[in-house]
């Protein structure tokens, strides 16, 4: 293969690699806040969530600004979060420190290569203090610090205790434990027979002993 062809082969080669990167880094899906949505109100520690995740994810941050802020100034919510999320949540936004008002929301995931994805929620309405205008369809009121909720167990009866092991090995088990148990009970049994024999045959010798005595007494009277 000639110098040239070789040069528009690694250039085709890059051309795609490059193509390829740009592609996967544009796809949708990957940056998302789902909490709050645009419009909605917020009070408290509010819990944000949406999608941060990616074939080239590096990090993500999270942050607010005031929706009318000519300076263009954002203040950190979280930043350099290395964990993907995928509609989890993202970060809590303790909004018990700024004033009520219209702010909005910037998602922002750090990609391999130096891009970027961006995502902007407008007019999310902090409400700590002054009274909610209208009721937002979706939107969440949390005043307290936000926990995962799962289903709450009912009590339950505790379980009797269960031999461990496969069927056959639990009727091993209660074959050893009934071999055990009778081979102590032929033994107990033996036992009482014996100790019942030995004391018949005690008592038949102090019989007869106290009827040797007898015979004597009446003889000696005789003589």
């Known amino acids: 293969m000639k110098k040239s062809q ?5 250039l085709a080669m890059g051309s795609i690699i490059i193509s390829a990167h740009t592609a996967a880094a544009q796809a949708p899906g990957y940056a998302d806040i789902s909490f709050p949505a645009a419009g909605e109100a917020v009070i408290g520690l509010a819990t944000l969530v949406g999608s941060a995740s990616h074939p080239f994810f590096t990090e993500y941050d999270l942050a ?7 300076s263009n100034t954002w203040f950190i919510i979280s930043e350099h979060v290395k964990q993907e999320i995928q509609s989890g949540p993202l970060g809590i936004w303790d909004t018990t420190g700024i004033t009520d008002g219209i702010y909005r929301m910037r998602l922002r995931v750090f990609l391999e290569g130096r891009e ?3 995502v902007l929620i407008e007019n999310v309405r902090v409400r700590n203090y002054t009274r909610i205008e209208t009721a937002t369809p979706g939107a969440v009121v949390d005043q307290s610090t936000p926990t995962h909720e799962f289903p709450t167990s009912t ?3 505790t379980p009797l205790p269960v031999l461990a ?3 056959s090995q639990m009727v091993a088990r209660a074959f050893s434990v009934g071999a055990v148990l009778g081979l102590l009970g032929l033994l107990s049994g033996a036992f009482y027979f014996f100790a019942r024999q030995r004391i018949r045959i005690r008592m038949g010798v102090m019989r007869t002993r106290r009827m040797l ?4 007494r009446k003889h000696r009277k005789q003589a």
């Open 165 to 167: 092991g496969n069927g």
């Open 64 to 70: 607010f600004s005031y929706q009318d802020d000519p």
């Open 213 to 216: 005595r007898q015979e004597e």
């Open 116 to 118: 970027t994805l961006v």
């Open 155 to 157: 009590p339950r009866p």
């Open 6 to 10: 070789r040069i528009w082969v690694l």
